[in-house]
């Protein structure tokens, strides 16, 4: 028997326990690790945020859930990865430290025979002063506890507004480096909806804000679409959303301070501004959760195994190379570590080999350039192709025998303008492949039969048909394995 330990229980991780159980779980134990009790579809956390959703609906009781299964669930976070073992034990193990509260603080050791990191991101807050809603002057909508706060403050504005005030809304990223640009968008046209649905959108000023070259980048370098027999960008589609519903952009820019009413923010230009605002939602950059790493003497490898963001090495070709000799190739397939062959890295948690977008920087040296996406669908490929080598790996397999590059995979986004069974609507996308591949699709690196947006009521009929669907899977409901991930 061996045990594969599966650090974080988000979507990428939980999909790997899920599948894993289905097909080895009678025959290998599983162990998940992962801080928090509760999982979170947190695609929905956007509607908990304009209060179109309560928290329970977007969460749901991890344990209970592994309880119906041969998974061990252990409410911890992962500290450090000791791939070699020590000298009293060769056995690989993890260190993990309880945050169950009746063991809170406690650490333990976990021996494993393959790991999975599917740790996702850190919230890296601390990158941009006065960023966030611990210790400073915005909201954030990535935790369904935080986006309960940001509705919290939204519906302040709003009861102001009803009382003839004035508001300015900012929404967008919050530092140079960020991704997650969707997420973002998302919000500002659900806040835009609300105001509007609670009638007081002529009071309000809303301005996005963002790291994005052109408006439509969402770190993917941009997307072609075809519609109607002709090709228009996706600069073209974001910018007429925003002028229909009245919306200021700022693009090209990097929040460098956020004071309580005042953000400070630098533009590709070299200039520097400020931008006034009441309410103010900016997503974090992200970073690796900061996981460590030993050999068997106890040296410190962290620098072999993870890359300078904290995300963990996988099979990608990470040689620095000039933008234009980037390739899809250079993209992870397996997500094995190159180091050690029973450790690998989904989602989130996996370094890229480089940005999508191009690099650029304002003239005073800072970065200003959207991080890769890798959102929800590409996680879940990754995951499946991961469990999938595993089960193949125990039964005998020398090495991974699937394969999810984002170079070559589809995504498909239905991006939330609005949440009403009748007034609602949502921006579907899709793009083929994720990371644009040039070698193939020479005119915009991407098959643009497979790529296209539109936008609508029925977007947010599937949306709302996702939120429950993905919760009714992730649940392990009778008949999820029948459900796409
Ligand atoms: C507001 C918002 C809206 C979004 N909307 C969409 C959308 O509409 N469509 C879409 O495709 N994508 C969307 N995304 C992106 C999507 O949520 C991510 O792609 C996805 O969650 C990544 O999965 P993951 O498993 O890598 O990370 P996560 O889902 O974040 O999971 C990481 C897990 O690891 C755990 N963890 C953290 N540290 C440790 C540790 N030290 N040890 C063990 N476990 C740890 C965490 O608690 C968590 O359970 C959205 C993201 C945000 C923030």
């Known amino acids: 028997m061996s045990r594969i330990v599966i650090l974080g229980a988000g979507i990428s991780g939980h999909t790997v326990a899920r599948y894993l159980n289905q097909w080895v779980g009678k025959q290998h134990e599983i162990v998940v690790v992962s801080p928090n009790a509760r999982w979170n579809w947190i695609p929905s956390n956007i509607w908990v945020g304009v209060g179109q959703m309560t928290e329970e609906q977007v969460t749901f009781d991890l344990a209970e859930v592994y309880k119906k299964t041969s998974v061990d669930f252990r409410q911890a976070k992962g500290v450090s990865i000791h791939p070699e073992g020590d000298t009293s034990d060769a056995r690989p193990f993890v260190t993990v430290e309880y945050t169950l509260p009746a063991k809170a603080g406690q650490q333990e050791r976990i021996a494993y025979d393959y790991l999975v990191n599917a740790t996702g991101p850190k919230l890296n807050f601390g990158a941009t002063e006065g960023l966030g809603p611990d210790h400073g002057h915005t909201v954030s909508v990535c935790t369904a506890s935080h986006a309960l706060e940001a509705n919290h403050q939204l519906q302040q504005q709003v009861e102001a507004m009803k009382r003839g005030e004035q508001r300015t809304f900012v929404i967008g990223t919050g530092h140079g480096t960020c991704t997650c640009q969707g997420a973002a968008f998302e919000y500002i046209y659900n806040v835009d909806h609300v105001l509007r649905e609670a009638g007081v959108r002529d009071q309000a000023r809303i301005v996005w804000i963002s790291n994005e070259y052109e408006l439509g980048d969402f770190g993917m370098g941009g997307v072609h679409i075809e519609r109607g027999g002709y090709i ?9 959303l925003m002028v229909e519903r009245d919306i200021e952009w700022i693009v090209r820019a990097h929040v460098k301070k956020v004071e309580a009413g005042k953000i400070h923010y630098e533009t590709l230009d070299g200039s520097f501004h400020e931008l006034p605002f009441d309410f103010s939602m900016l997503i974090p950059p992200f970073a690796g959760v900061g996981l460590k790493a030993y050999d068997r003497g106890g040296e410190d490898i962290t620098a072999k195994v993870f890359a300078p963001s904290g995300f963990m090495k996988v099979d990608a070709d990470y040689t620095p190379r000039p933008y234009a000799q980037w390739s899809a190739d250079d993209w992870p397939r397996t997500y094995q570590s190159p180091v050690y062959r029973n450790l690998f890295a989904v989602g989130i948690a996996f370094a890229p080999p480089h940005l999508i977008s191009k690099p650029m920087q304002s003239t005073n040296g800072t970065p200003i350039n959207p991080a890769p996406p890798r959102t929800g669908m590409p996680s879940a490929a990754m995951a499946i192709a991961v469990a999938k080598s595993l089960r193949d790996m125990l039964a005998g397999a020398e090495k991974p025998t699937h394969q999810a590059s984002m170079a070559r995979m589809g995504a498909a986004c239905v991006a939330s303008t609005g949440s009403h069974l009748l007034r609602g609507t949502a921006a579907t996308m899709t793009v083929f492949p994720v990371v644009p591949d040039y070698r193939t699709y020479p005119e915009y690196g991407r098959d643009l039969h497979l790529t296209f ?20 899977q992730a649940k392990m409901k009778p008949g999820w394995q029948l459900l796409p991930d």
């Open 232 to 240: 228009t960008n996706g600069k073209t589609f974001a910018e007429s």
């Open 453 to 472: 947006g539109e936008i609508g009521l029925a977007g947010h009929w599937m949306k709302s048909l996702l939120h429950y669907t993905f919760i009714y």
